[in-house]
């Protein structure tokens, strides 16, 4: 369960919720949607998912290997760095 994220309340300190699945790094959040975007745990792909539940939304690309993700200040575009 080493790369299980899980959703605090700032105020409180209190677990809100933990995903029910592992992913990988990096992560991305969107500036005004719930979404994430991440890589998974094992590494070979690039996946949208819901940063409260950790529920996936789309998976982006197959066999990538993300090494950095980020979100255009509108949210309307995903940049990911990948390897050559």
């Known amino acids: 369960r080493e790369r299980v994220p899980f959703l ?17 790094w990096p992560h991305a959040v969107h500036p ?13 792909g690039l996946i949208l998912a819901d940063w409260r539940t950790g529920d996936r939304i789309a998976v ?5 290997y993300p090494h950095a993700l980020a979100w255009s200040p509108d949210g309307t575009r ?6 050559d």
């Open 8 to 24: 605090i309340d700032p105020a409180t300190g209190e677990t809100l919720s933990t995903w029910a699945t592992a992913v990988g």
């Open 32 to 44: 005004s949607r719930l979404v994430l975007a991440t890589a998974t745990a094992d590494g070979d």
């Open 60 to 64: 982006v690309a197959d066999g990538c």
């Open 78 to 83: 995903l940049a990911a760095s990948v390897p």
